[in-house]
C-alpha cells in the first residue's frame, strides 16, 4: 500500500475497496470472456439460467438487479449467438421464457477455468483460510436483504 495522504483515506474506506475491487474484477472476467464474445453481464444470466428451469425476462432483471431494458438486448446477444432460447411459457403462452440451451452449457463449463484463473489472480494475496473466510463474509453480505 502507498503512504500518499489520498491513498491512505481511500483505503480506509471499504465501500470503496469494495468497489474498485468490483471493477478490477469485473474488467480481468470481461477480459477473459471476450474470447467467447461475452461480457461478464452475460455470463451472469448464463450462470443464473444454468440454476433454473427457465425464467421470465423480468425475473432476470430482478434476480440480477439490471435494467429491464438491458436484459432484452442482454438476452438477444445470448439468442444470437445459440446460448439461449427464448420458448412458449407452459403457464401462460402468452409469455416467452429465457433458456439455457446446450451450447450455453457447454460454454460454462469451458469458462469455468477462465473463472478459477481471475479469482486466484484477485485472491493471490489470501492463504486458503482467508480465501474461504472472505468468501463466507462476502456471502452474508450478498445474501442480506436489501433494505426498503
Known amino acids: ?17 469494495l468497489y474498485r475491487l468490483g471493477l478490477r474484477s469485473g474488467s480481468m472476467f470481461n477480459s477473459e470472456l471476450e474470447q467467447h464474445g461475452l461480457r461478464l453481464r452475460h455470463y451472469a444470466i448464463l450462470r443464473y439460467l444454468a440454476t433454473v428451469e427457465g425464467c421470465l425476462q423480468r425475473e432476470l432483471s430482478t434476480r440480477l438487479g439490471y435494467d429491464p431494458s438491458a436484459i432484452v438486448s442482454l438476452v438477444d446477444d445470448l439468442q444470437r449467438l445459440g446460448l439461449v432460447q427464448r420458448q412458449p411459457d407452459p403457464k401462460d403462452r402468452r409469455n416467452r421464457i429465457v433458456v439455457l440451451a446446450p ?27 482467508e480465501r474461504r473466510t472472505l468468501h463466507a463474509l462476502l456471502l452474508r453480505i450478498a445474501e442480506t436483504p436489501d433494505a426498503p
Open 103 to 129: 451450447a450455453g452449457t457447454k460454454l460454462l463449463s469451458e469458462s469455468e477455468q477462465d473463472g478459477a484463473r481471475v479469482t486466484a489472480t484477485l485472491l493471490a494475496p489470501l492463504d486458503p483460510q
Open 1 to 17: 500500500m502507498t503512504d500518499a495522504p489520498w491513498m491512505r483515506g481511500l483505503h480506509a474506506d471499504t465501500g470503496y475497496l
